[in-house]
T-cell receptor, first 114, second 115 residues
Framework: QKEVEQDPGPLSVPEGAIVSLNCTYS??????FMWYRQYSRKGPELLMY????GNKEDGRFTAQVDKSSKYISLFIRDSQPSDSATYLC??????????????FGRGTQLTVWP | ETGVTQTPRHLVMGMTNKKSLKCEQH?????MYWYKQSAKKPLELMFV???????ENNSVPSRFSPECPNSSHLFLHLHTLQPEDSALYLC??????????????FGEGSRLTVL
């Protein structure tokens, strides 16, 4: 079983749609959860970061963590063509993790068409 | 220059060639990393340097040889690679004290093709 599962898509939605991106994981020690966005021919950039369970909102983006279900989500409201990118979930345990050892999902490719 | 800069952006090499990838960060960070990104696979951590000292070698074959002369520069020396080593190689940096928050800053990557 992979540490982090993420549907690679592709996902294609019209402009203005609400997008839901998800990851599941198997390691209950994960405490820090991140979403990275990667545009074509670019490196990933940190989009959202959440510690433990709960919701975090930043503009049109909302990150949710449900540790009881080992499930995290990223919601994008009023999606724009500029949101077209690959979204990578990543997570790491609280203690004892190797520096830089993030457990990544495969990434979901999202296209928002006008 | 700002952020994390990687050169070259694209590299094509034969299996007997020797080449190097270069990474430079202008963020004042003290930890640097090499990641491998292959199609349909999660990012794979290869090497970690913390204050110029290698702290992690994630079972990477010896045909990949990292070098970190200072906290701002990181190299990946390549020799006798295999076609399956073709991938996007990403350099990243962070403040070592914030490693658990996952705040990595990535370069744009070096796209490597091995013929």
């Amino acid at each position: 079983q992979k540490e982090v599962e993420q549907d690679p898509g592709p996902l294609s939605v019209p402009e203005g749609a609400i997008v839901s991106l998800n990851c599941t994981y198997s390691n209950s020690a994960f405490q820090y959860f991140m979403w990275y966005r990667q545009y074509s021919r670019k490196g990933p950039e940190l989009l959202m970061y959440t510690y433990s369970s709960g919701n975090k909102e930043d503009g049109r983006f909302t990150a949710q963590v449900d540790k009881s279900s080992k499930y995290i989500s990223l919601f994008i409201r009023d999606s724009q063509p500029s949101d077209s990118a690959t979204y990578l979930c990543a997570m790491t345990p609280d203690r004892g993790s190797t520096l830089g050892r993030l457990y990544f999902g495969r990434g979901t490719q999202l296209t928002v068409w006008p | 220059e700002t952020g994390v800069t990687q050169t070259p952006r694209h590299l094509v090499m034969g299996m007997t060639n020797k080449k190097s990838l270069k990474c430079e960060q202008h963020l004042g960070h003290n930890a640097m990393y090499w990641y491998k990104q292959s199609a349909k696979k999660p990012l794979e951590l290869m090497f970690v340097y913390n204050f110029k000292e290698q702290t992690e070698n994630n079972s990477v074959p010896s045909r990949f040889s990292p070098e970190c002369p200072n906290s701002s520069h990181l190299f990946l020396h390549l020799h006798t690679l295999q076609p399956e080593d073709s991938a996007l190689y990403l350099c990243a940096s962070s403040q070592a004290a914030r490693h658990n928050t996952g705040e990595l800053f990535f370069g744009e990557g070096s796209r490597l093709t091995v013929l």
